[in-house]
């Protein structure tokens, strides 16, 4: 905002210049236009006054100027009126006789080409030399003065004199301030619609983005226009905040809709959970009170059935406690890795071995599959060993007797992938989109730790910067996971 403001601001300023410069050239040409229009009105109608004055025969004679009668005559007709000078001239243009008070007079001869021109008919205005001024010209009459038949000079008129000129020059100057004050006064008027304008178009982005701030709403997030990509050396503050706000809006709106997501799987895992601890403490109770009111009516082995009923569905509770313990400790980030470097095939054989005598009873084949020189890994052999535990575990709960578990380890530049697969029933089409997400885990085919166990997998796998899937299989569930290979 701040370049698109300093911009405006420049182009008001050149705006406003060039106002000032049409309002003085404008100004400068009709004051132009005026003067020559009042000068061709003055010489016009002035035309014969210098003629009326050459009629008077006594201003010169045989021996030359007759100066006293001149000067009366000048000074009379300058009293009349005081806007003209009257001057007798010789053929070449000298002052002979003037009515100038000492020191007036800064020329002793004018140019008589004007003269001529003016007696010859050409356009009027036509300026001709002023003798009080060194430079000054002025529109004129004149006459030739004849002396007996032949020509003996001219009489030369100023129409416009000194006195004439100076007060029209403090008349002009009053004028033109008044009209430089209009014109600055139009201008600054101008600039400021000017301004307003640009400040209103500068700022409406502005409002724009503060009505958008103020109608957010979170619980519904409005569509916020796509904006183009910004440069890297963007410099437009206002450009950048709105991308700023849309970042915003969009990360709060959905991480606002993951907290609610999130809220409402916990409500539903809490529920869930509820469930499934009521069902085995029932259970428990119910044993244990009816070995605490028929002792002395149940016999030895009835009270032995009971009691590995009671300590089945202790152990269930047991187990749930833990894994929801340890779901907490995970989701909570109070789990700390302990990286080690160690080979992945070994710790697998001895998680094998934990699961080869119920395989057996099942009459179920778990097997695995590597190639040699498989490279190290860098992970927590703990939750390692936690992962393929729960991973073959609910494989195994879910494979018919007889059917096959295999384990999968295979490498490549980055990773050593482990792959998990069954033979059994698979997952079905409506929850393996949401399979890691606790009220899918704690669907109606939990297991024995209330379904929690892919919950964990999924975690510790990802405290590990990897993530697990669930593969498309024609027959049964695949599992594969990664971990991260050691570097030398």
């Avoid at 701030?213 to 569509?223: E, G, H, V």
């Avoid at 482990?418 to 033979?423: G, L, Y």
Wanted: charged content about 20%; overall charge neutral; aromatic content about 6%.
């Amino acid at each position: 905002m701040r370049l698109r403001l300093r911009l405006w601001q420049k182009l008001a300023a050149v705006f406003a210049a060039l106002l000032v410069l049409c309002s003085l050239a404008l100004l400068g040409m009709q004051m132009r236009m005026a003067l020559r229009h009042e000068q061709e009105v003055v010489q016009r109608l002035s035309l014969g006054l210098a003629g009326h004055i050459a009629q008077r025969s006594e201003l010169m004679d045989q021996a030359g100027m007759r100066e006293p009668e001149v000067r009366a005559l000048f000074g009379q007709l300058m009293a009349v009126n005081p806007s003209v000078e009257v001057y007798l001239l010789d053929d070449q243009g000298r002052v002979l006789g003037h009515d100038a008070p000492s020191g007036h007079l800064h020329r002793d001869r004018v140019d008589v080409a004007p003269l001529q021109a003016l007696l010859a008919g050409a356009p009027l205005p036509i300026l001709g030399d002023d003798p009080r001024s060194r430079h000054g010209r002025k529109v004129f009459s004149v006459a030739p003065l004849v002396v007996q038949g032949r020509s003996a000079g001219y009489v030369y008129v100023v129409l416009v004199g000194e006195q004439r000129q100076m007060l029209a020059d403090d008349l002009a100057a009053s004028s033109q301030w008044r009209t430089m004050l209009w014109s600055v006064a139009l201008v600054a008027v101008l600039g400021m619609l000017a301004g307003l304008v640009a400040f209103y178009w500068v700022t409406r982005p502005l409002r724009e983005l503060t009505r958008r701030i103020q109608s957010f709403d979170i619980d519904a997030p409005i569509d916020l226009p796509s904006l183009p990509a910004l440069r890297g050396d963007e410099r437009d503050e206002l450009l950048i905040l709105e991308h700023a706000h849309a970042q915003m809006a969009h990360r709060l709106g959905e991480q606002w809709q993951q907290l609610r997501q999130q809220d409402l799987q916990r409500r539903e895992m809490v529920a869930n959970i509820s469930h499934d601890l009521r069902t085995p403490l029932a259970s428990l109770h119910g044993y244990l009170e009816t070995l605490a009111m028929k002792e002395a009516t149940l016999s030895v082995e009835e009270r032995r059935r009971y009691l590995s009923i009671a300590l089945s569905q202790s152990a269930k509770v047991g187990g749930l406690a833990r894994a929801l313990f340890e779901l907490a400790r995970l989701e909570h980030g109070q789990v700390q890795l302990q990286w080690e470097v160690f080979a992945l095939p070994e710790l697998l054989q001895d998680v094998l071995q934990k699961f080869e005598l119920s395989a057996q009873a099942k009459g179920q084949q778990l097997n695995a599959g590597f190639p040699q020189g498989l490279p190290l890994v860098r992970a927590d052999v703990g939750l390692v060993e936690r992962v393929l535990t729960n991973l073959i575990d609910n494989a195994l709960r879910h494979t018919p007797q007889g059917g096959h578990v295999h384990v999968a380890l295979a490498a490549d530049a980055d990773n050593v992938w482990v792959t998990v697969s069954d033979d059994g029933p698979g997952v079905d089409a409506g929850v393996r989109g949401t399979l890691f997400q606790a009220p899918a885990a704690l669907g109606p085919r939990r297991g024995e730790n209330g379904g929690l166990g892919l919950l964990i997998v999924q975690r510790i796998v990802q405290l590990h910067g990897r993530q697990i899937a669930l593969l498309e299989t024609a027959q049964g569930a695949a599992f594969r996971f990664a971990l991260p290979r050691a570097r030398p």
